[in-house]
């Protein structure tokens, strides 16, 4: 219901979550930062959002 709100005014809803099993690690692992880069090249005001 939440996505066809937004579709309808012309918005999309994105994301990409990636989690780590160690919850004191705060590197983005390759992948994630792979995944990172590549969104951003399409979304250059894309935030990286790293939570512990």
């Given at each position: 219901m939440i996505e066809e709100h937004y579709v309808a005014?012309?918005?999309s809803i994105v994301g990409?979550?990636?989690?780590?099993?160690r919850f004191d690690d705060v590197e983005l692992c390759g992948v994630a930062k792979n995944i990172g880069d590549h969104?951003?090249?399409?979304?250059?005001q894309a935030p990286i959002l790293l939570g512990i």
């Open positions: 005014q012309g918005l990409y979550f990636h989690a780590n099993e969104i951003s090249r399409y979304f250059p």
